[in-house]
């Protein structure tokens, strides 16, 4: 298994190296074909007009996401001629409301989805529910890149999030192409439960699992010494000078975790490395 599908979407003209710098990296990489969707988004809320208004309305909000579209896809075009990796490009329109409908039927035809880190005073809220939409809607694993970029080279020390989740098992078995080119991979887990189905050998049936397909696997298991699981995961991971961070997404609601906070969120928000999710 590889990667021979990588899917970006850019939806303003300030994202456009940021998006394409690391999935033209990661392209090269893998050997793979690019796919690049400009999204223009109508943000108009349904049902805030006067009498008689939305048909004009609408109207002149699609016309307009359109041909932010198009521009988009014409900048995008012009920095891509200028690359060897084979790749193409197209552009559609969506009201926000609509992007998961949209961006998930496309990501559900890729192999890895990467994005740049949704959150910041930069980003727009279409950011996250791109990443969310290829996650859930399309199923697809995504690749968050973090401010400072992709590094050139393969990832070298990995650390992968272990909670005998679903989530956290998908996200390993989406990851195995990179964690087989990893020198270590490193399982962190957090206060395993006393009475759960690892509690005599934490991580034993996944380490077992990842040596079955080459991976040079190792576990560490860590106390919960801060309050958010969030803030030990960043931790070990620099205290492994990891070059990326595997992780299950949402184990909690996506709502919950609107409103109450989650490790997902919080890793989005934070993480300094690249961040490899699945749900």
Same mark, same amino acid.
């Given at each position: =298994?590889?990667?021979?599908?990588?899917?970006?979407?850019? *939806?303003?003209?300030?994202?456009?190296?940021?998006?394409?710098?690391?999935?033209?990296?990661?392209?090269?990489?893998?050997? /793979?074909?690019?796919?690049?969707?400009?999204?223009?988004? #109508?943000?108009?809320?349904? +049902?805030?007009?006067?009498?008689?208004?939305?048909? =004009?309305?609408?109207?002149?909000?699609?016309?307009? &996401?359109?041909?932010? /579209?198009?521009? $988009?896809?014409?900048?995008?075009?012009?920095? @891509? *001629?200028?690359?060897?990796?084979?790749?193409?490009?197209?552009? *559609?329109?969506?009201?926000?409301?609509?992007?998961?409908?949209?961006? +998930?039927?496309?990501?559900?035809?890729?192999? !890895?989805?990467?994005?740049?880190?949704?959150?910041?005073?930069?980003?727009?809220?279409?950011?996250?529910?791109?990443?969310?939409? /290829?996650?859930?809607?399309?199923?697809?694993?995504?690749?968050?890149?973090? %401010?400072?970029? $992709?590094?050139? #080279?393969?990832?070298?020390?990995?650390?992968?999030?272990? %909670?005998?989740?679903?989530?956290?098992?998908?996200?390993?078995?989406?990851?195995?192409?990179?964690?087989?080119?990893?020198?270590?991979? %490193?399982?962190?887990?957090?206060?395993?439960?006393?009475?759960?189905?690892?509690?005599?050998?934490?991580? +034993?049936?996944?380490?077992?699992? $990842?040596?079955?397909?080459?991976?040079?696997?190792?576990?560490?298991? !860590?106390?919960?010494?801060?309050?958010?699981?969030?803030?030990? $995961? !960043?931790?070990?991971?620099?205290?492994?000078?990891?070059?990326? !961070?595997? @992780?299950? &997404?949402?184990?909690? *609601?996506?709502?919950?975790?609107?409103?109450?906070? +989650?490790?997902?969120?919080?890793?989005?928000?934070?993480?300094?490395?690249?961040?490899?999710? /699945?749900?």
């Amino acid at each position: =298994m590889s990667y021979k599908t990588i899917l970006s979407f850019i *939806s303003r003209e300030a994202a456009i190296e940021t998006t394409l710098a690391p999935a033209i990296t990661m392209t090269r990489r893998e050997d /793979a074909h690019l796919e690049l969707s400009c999204l223009g988004i #109508d943000h108009t809320q349904t +049902g805030y007009f006067y009498a008689g208004a939305p048909a =004009m309305v609408y109207q002149e909000t699609l016309e307009r &996401a359109q041909k932010e /579209a198009e521009a $988009l896809e014409e900048k995008v075009r012009a920095r @891509m *001629s200028r690359e060897d990796v084979r790749w193409s490009v197209d552009s *559609s329109v969506a009201q926000l409301g609509g992007i998961a409908a949209l961006t +998930g039927l496309r990501a559900r035809f890729a192999d !890895l989805v990467v994005q740049p880190r949704p959150y910041g005073d930069e980003h727009t809220p279409e950011d996250e529910a791109i990443i969310e939409s /290829a996650l859930f809607e399309g199923e697809t694993p995504v690749l968050v890149v973090p %401010n400072s970029g $992709l590094p050139a #080279d393969r990832p070298r020390r990995v650390v992968v999030a272990w %909670n005998q989740s679903s989530e956290a098992l998908s996200a390993v078995r989406k990851a195995l192409p990179i964690l087989r080119e990893a020198e270590i991979v %490193n399982v962190a887990i957090i206060d395993p439960p006393s009475h759960g189905p690892e509690r005599s050998d934490p991580g +034993g049936m996944l380490t077992q699992m $990842l040596s079955r397909h080459g991976v040079r696997a190792e576990v560490s298991v !860590l106390a919960r010494t801060m309050p958010r699981i969030s803030d030990v $995961l !960043l931790r070990h991971v620099s205290d492994q000078s990891a070059d990326m !961070l595997v @992780m299950g &997404a949402y184990g909690h *609601s996506r709502f919950r975790e609107a409103i109450m906070g +989650g490790a997902t969120r919080d890793m989005l928000e934070q993480t300094e490395v690249p961040l490899f999710m /699945a749900h």
